[in-house]
């Protein structure tokens, strides 16, 4: 009997060795959730349409310029939405050819449409579709990774999140400026270089001047901050007119870096890929005399002429500041989001607010474990205490083992602590007063507290699974902070099984093992 | 020490339509309050919006930023936030409009350059929540699954392990709880956070432990009293019971109250939402769980055809509602 006992009491405190093992020292053992360690939380939903708008336009181009080398004329070939090619005015006697051609070029991804004649339609396949969105997804995550990850944050994390596959979840611990963090990751960076065919000039009106108010088919017009150096326009908007075709884009970046410019002003330098300095190359080789106009989202930094052939590096030039530059070298080295990204939620914990909640957490626990331990000696007496050791070793166990499998603590997690506490005494409560109930029938102290642990076991197990259940949903329905809380409580409620049946059982049976007792302090 | 100088014997079914009553007057107060204010309060998680919470070096009061956001655009809402000496102030903001482009943060943005133009600079963002209607309504969604979820969970398992019978009483028990908290919730000014969802959630499962100890206890009662009536056991079950439900509420209220007091701003809506709970939920136990299952039951005996027990479980329980009233109005 006493050997049983033995084993028991050793399992106790080998238990109660690992947990604090685990835990010690708590600052760097316990993993703190965002609520309590400050930071910022966001879910992005990338405009997956963009993606699909680009890759549509792309191949309407690429068979533009098949129909131009084969001398096929055709009024216009538009994206008309992000997944539809409408080619118009096809030619009659020219149509077989040209029904060849645009399979050799579309059949791979888009579908032919019955139209009107002469009039084709080109709508890009359902699996075709929700690979590319799937693709720009994954694209953006990478990047939205690497920049994160540039930005020096401590344990950040980027992941796909939510139903319907195109939201990411951004967090970043500890961050204090915020407005900059999202500056960077939302910052599309798409830089592409497109040699200038007329420009700059005041207003569109005075750019087509030359072509009779028409856009060639193969051009398009970008704006732009014109150059204060520039001879003719002052500061303002200038407006260019360069062909469509970029002639190299951020994907052929080799790297950038922050650097001066000539006149010591904070720029942005890049060099190429190998592929990038070749196409840069014959692009400036064949081009000089011409400008080359450096665009990124949308609008022209600069336009620099094109002096001499050049293949290693480019640089942008504007008004930066210093830490200007050094974000968007930042953001280009990430290269450049395939679609735009939208917020739909954001929470920022300011870091006061973090070490607050911890100590209101603490002081609440502290508080709780007291005014229960004051109960529970005053009406429970001597076993009180067995109580009390069985509720503290609860939590001690509990924040070890969330401490073990890195679990997150929350604001939500800390008040599942506190019910913890209560699940706890709740527990010990059952047992003794069914122990309480089993003396007033007089059996004997010994086979009184036995006879209670057996009759409340089914009961322990009962409740407990009842409120894992809750918990479960919990945890489904949570995110971030209540799930947190869903953990805790889980945890919490199978430790307390152990610590409810075996511990307090173990407590009673040493100390009643000793000697010969007629009366439970109870 | 003992609660009760020897075993209770309180006739609680004898009072079980009183106590009925009392849970509809609780019910029917929040209904009313829901109905003057024109919905549940939802806090940002579900309705979408913008909540920024600032911390001012001096102690400033509600009107003052209020005038100074006069330029912010729609229904502003001020209040003083946490204790009396903490200087800080809660701006809540209403949604937008569909999230396009950067509108998701124009409000809080556009609070703070409000703030600074009036010459209020020396302040700090302590936190800030904006929700976009997207986040709003899949919350809302994933908030009702999870309730509806959890019920049947609930339902199954404890009338897997007792009786079907058993599993309603604990549902409508779990539901009033629900309902009383909710009205509760109302009637004080919480809103509907996250927060108090999972309270509300864990609530519960707290309110099914209640329960399943009684259940407990009246099948054992029932392998040893057989020839007891039914009714007549479960009250005796509750009586048994009695000390060990009113103490571990007793104890359960203390951690939560500790909670309420010393737990921060946050967790205000949290703690409030556990002690109506923890209180209800003895309530419900004591008064409505086992009821439920007695009329279920006694409807069952008192019809004896072969009906599927579901069926009978739901078809009796109304009808024996009914012959009750009966019974007990001649």
């Known amino acids: ?522 | 020490m003992s609660l009760f100088q020897k075993q209770p014997n309180f006739n609680f079914l004898a009072w079980r339509w009183q106590a009925l009553t009392l849970s509809l007057a609780l019910i029917i107060a929040g209904v009313a309050v829901l109905v003057t204010r024109g919905g549940l309060p939802l806090g940002i998680d579900f309705s979408g919006g913008t909540l920024v919470v600032l911390e001012f070096s001096g102690s400033t009061s509600e009107d003052t930023v209020r005038e100074a956001l006069v330029s912010v655009e729609g229904e502003k809402i001020v209040q003083q936030y946490g204790g009396v000496d903490a200087n800080q102030i809660m701006v809540r903001l209403p949604q937008t409009g569909p999230e396009v482009g950067t509108s998701l943060e124009d409000g809080a943005r556009a609070v703070r350059t409000a703030l600074n133009e009036s010459g209020m600079t020396d302040f700090e963002v302590v936190s800030q929540e904006l929700v976009g209607p997207v986040i709003g309504q899949e919350l809302r969604q994933r908030g009702i699954q999870a309730f509806v979820f959890a019920m049947l969970g609930i339902l199954v398992y404890v009338g897997f392990r007792f009786r079907f019978s058993f599993g309603i009483g604990a549902i409508v028990a779990v539901a009033h709880d629900i309902f009383v908290t909710v009205s509760m919730l109302m009637f004080f000014g919480y809103e509907l956070s996250l927060n108090v969802v999972a309270a509300m959630l864990t609530i519960t499962g707290y309110s099914v432990n209640d329960s399943i100890v009684v259940f407990d206890r009246v099948r054992e009662n029932l392998r040893k009293m057989r020839r007891d009536r039914f009714d007549e056991l479960v009250n005796t079950s509750i009586n048994q019971t009695l000390a060990r439900t009113l103490i571990t509420s007793g104890t359960t209220g203390f951690a939560v109250f500790a909670l309420y007091i010393f737990g921060g701003e946050v967790l205000k809506g949290f703690a409030f939402t556990m002690i109506v709970g923890v209180i209800s939920g003895t309530y419900s136990t004591i008064f409505i769980a086992a009821s439920i299952a007695i009329f279920i039951t006694q409807g069952r005996n008192n019809r004896n055809q072969s009906v599927p027990l579901a069926q009978k479980a739901s078809k009796v329980q109304s009808k024996s509602k009914r012959r009750t009233r009966k019974a007990n109005a001649s």
């Open chain 1, 1 to 522: 009997m006493s050997k049983n006992i033995q084993w028991k009491v050793l399992t106790v405190i080998g238990v109660t060795v690992l947990s604090v093992l685990a835990l010690y020292p708590p600052q760097e053992k316990i993993r703190l959730g965002l609520d309590l360690e400050g930071g910022v939380h966001m879910v992005l939903r990338v405009q997956t349409d963009d993606a699909l708008q680009v890759e549509t336009e792309t191949a309407g181009e690429q068979l533009r310029e098949q129909l131009d080398l084969q001398g096929i004329v055709i009024a216009s070939v538009t994206a008309t939405d992000s997944t539809t090619i409408r080619i118009e005015g096809v030619p009659q006697d020219r149509d077989a050819e040209f029904r060849q051609t645009a399979e050799d070029q579309l059949s791979a991804n888009y579908d032919r449409q019955t139209g009107s004649p002469g009039i084709y339609n080109y709508v890009m396949r359902a699996p075709v579709e929700s690979t590319y969105r799937d693709e720009s997804v994954r694209q953006a995550l990478q990047t939205i990774e690497r920049r994160v990850n540039e930005l020096g944050v401590a344990e950040p994390i980027v992941a796909p999140y939510g139903v319907g596959g195109d939201q990411i979840l951004v967090q970043l611990p500890g961050v204090s400026d915020v407005d900059r963090a999202k500056e960077i990751i939302r910052n599309t960076a798409l830089l592409e270089l497109k040699i200038v065919e007329d420009g700059p000039a005041g207003s569109r009106e005075d750019l087509l001047a030359t072509r009779s108010g028409v856009i060639p088919p193969d051009m398009e017009i970008v704006s732009g901050i014109s150059d204060s150096l520039n001879s003719s326009a002052s500061v303002g908007t200038s407006y260019y007119l360069v062909r469509r075709v970029a002639a190299v884009t951020g994907r052929d970046l080799r790297n950038a870096r922050s650097s001066l410019d000539e006149f010591n002003q904070p720029a942005v330098s890049f060099s190429f890929n190998r592929d990038g300095a070749r196409k840069f190359g014959d692009v400036t080789g064949n081009n000089i005399g011409r400008s080359l106009a450096v665009i990124l989202d949308g609008r022209v930094q600069t336009a620099p002429t094109i002096q001499s052939r050049i293949t290693d590096e480019g640089r942008i030039t504007g008004n930066f500041s210093q830490q200007e530059a050094a974000d968007l070298s930042l953001v280009l080295r990430s290269g450049a989001l395939p679609a735009s990204l939208t917020y739909l939620e954001e929470r920022t914990v300011g870091p006061t607010l973090g070490a607050d909640s911890i100590e209101a957490g603490v002081a609440a626990s502290v508080a709780g474990l007291l005014a229960v331990a004051i109960f529970m000696l005053a009406y429970y007496r001597l076993s009180g205490i067995n109580a009390v050791v069985a509720v503290a070793m609860n939590l001690l166990i509990l924040m070890g083992f969330m401490a073990y499998v890195d679990a997150v603590l929350t604001l939500p997690g800390i008040a599942g602590l506190i019910l913890t506490i209560g699940i706890g005494v709740d527990s010990n409560v059952l047992i003794f007063e069914r122990i309480k109930e089993e003396l007033r029938s007089e059996k004997g102290v010994r086979a009184a507290v036995a006879s209670g642990f057996d009759r409340v076991l089914l009961t322990i197990l009962d409740t407990h699974v009842a409120s894992l259940i809750a918990a479960a949903f919990l945890f489904q329905f949570g995110s971030g902070p209540i799930r947190g809380f869903a953990t805790t409580l889980a945890i919490g409620l199978i430790s307390n099984v152990f610590t409810a049946m075996f511990v307090s059982r173990t407590i009673f049976e040493t100390l009643l093992s000793r000697r010969r007792v007629n009366t439970l302090s109870i």
